[in-house]
């Protein structure tokens, strides 16, 4: 059985990001499982105490400094592994929101690292900001470096919206194919180029960028998983009530790169929802079939925008697509009637 979100009876922690950030131990060649009290707290709330549902898992959580940040980074290791997964989350999201997609990842024998991005989780950083979507690439660089020596291949990544865009912008920019990327297999989540409504979002961004640094979060229906829903907007201590207008202007910065960069040839696998109302993702998937030719999406006619999160038996569907990929299998052309799988080239 999948982690479930804690029950609405519990009351919401009384947490500090900054305080709990500083409890975290120095993210060292060898990192320390988590024996903090306060620290254990945190993971049981959000599930993240896998170790004591994996016999043989070890979760070692601390702090990695890159470009100015303190990254918040978790690992968890197992014997017999198949690999390595480095999961990258969204825009408003941290590494507690993806307990049940490591929940599957380790039953299926990877080791996992995830962490958590500038303005997010556990990591330090304006909240929800970044001011270059080179910065993110910074953190990726270190994330990577720190896991060389002792987290064995093959790597694999997963990215979630602004994950995938992370990952994307990682892909293009350093030019990789097949055989140099530190990557045997992508799988893009609901991949962020462009957001839903993006022309309007410009010319707002354009008239509150010289008075405003910030503008009120709408919590949107980006799931059909209702207490997913309900935890987002009233529980979780972590999320940010804002949204960034400095972040809208490094986005605004990036997407116009992104879509003159030169293809690579290496393929990636993206797994769409086409209920999603986050991303302009018709737009963002020819975007990437230019960027990546030959690779493959699967669209989910059920699936909203945050698909580790969706409601079963689809997310049963989502974790069955991803292990395929991460197998370097071919998706089944129609695994069930509700899947619609083609070459990415063919999808309008």
């Given amino acids: 059985m999948y982690w479930r979100f804690p029950s609405s009876?519990?009351?919401?922690?009384?947490?500090s990001r900054d305080a709990l950030a500083n409890r975290l131990p120095p993210f060292l060649p060898v990192?320390?499982?988590?024996?903090?009290?306060e620290l254990q707290a945190y993971c049981q709330f959000y599930g993240l105490d896998l170790e004591h549902r994996f016999a043989g898992v070890e979760h070692r959580l601390g702090v990695l400094a890159s470009g100015g940040f303190r990254i918040a980074v978790h690992e968890y290791l197992q014997p017999g592994?198949?690999?390595?997964?480095?999961?990258?989350?969204?825009?408003?999201?941290h590494a507690g929101l993806y307990a049940r997609l490591f929940a599957d990842l380790l039953g299926r024998g990877f080791n996992i690292v995830c962490?958590?991005?500038?303005?997010?989780?556990?990591?330090?950083?304006?909240?929800?900001?970044?001011?270059?979507?080179?910065?993110?690439?910074?953190?990726?660089?270190?994330?990577?470096d720190a896991g060389r020596g002792h987290l064995p291949g093959p790597w694999h990544a997963i990215g979630q919206s602004t994950g995938g865009a992370v990952l994307?912008?990682?892909l293009l920019s350093g030019g990789f194919d097949r055989h140099s990327s530190p990557f045997k297999e992508v799988v893009l989540?609901?991949?962020?180029?462009?957001?839903?409504g993006w022309s309007a979002a410009r010319v707002l961004h354009a008239l509150l960028r010289p008075f405003r640094s910030t503008w009120k979060r709408a919590f949107t229906r980006n799931s059909g998983n209702q207490r997913f829903l309900q935890f987002l907007k009233d529980e979780d201590p972590l999320q940010s009530r804002v949204l960034s207008v400095t972040w809208v202007s490094a986005l605004k910065a990036w997407i116009p790169w992104v879509?003159?960069?030169?293809p690579i040839a290496m393929d990636v696998t993206v797994i769409q929802g086409q209920r999603d109302k986050t991303v302009d993702w018709p737009y963002n998937l020819g975007v990437i079939r230019d960027k990546f030719p030959g690779s493959r999406v699967c669209i989910l006619p059920e699936g909203h925008h945050h698909l580790v999160n969706e409601k079963q038996p689809l997310l049963d569907e989502l974790f069955g697509l991803i292990?395929?990929?991460?197998?370097?299998?071919?998706?089944?052309?129609?695994a069930e009637a509700r899947t619609r799988t083609t070459p990415i080239g063919e999808t309008e």
């Fill in 115 to 144: 962490y958590d991005l500038p303005g997010h989780g556990l990591s330090s950083g304006e909240a929800a900001a970044i001011r270059d979507f080179a910065d993110y690439q910074q953190v990726l660089a270190s994330v990577l």
């Fill in 168 to 170: 994307i912008d990682f």
């Fill in 81 to 93: 592994h198949g690999g390595t997964v480095f999961v990258l989350h969204g825009y408003f999201d």
């Fill in 9 to 15: 009876r519990i009351p919401r922690p009384a947490w």
């Fill in 31 to 37: 990192p320390q499982p988590v024996t903090d009290p």
């Fill in 323 to 334: 292990a395929d990929a991460l197998a370097g299998d071919s998706l089944p052309g129609n």
């Fill in 259 to 262: 879509e003159q960069a030169a």
């Fill in 189 to 196: 989540l609901a991949p962020l180029v462009r957001p839903m």
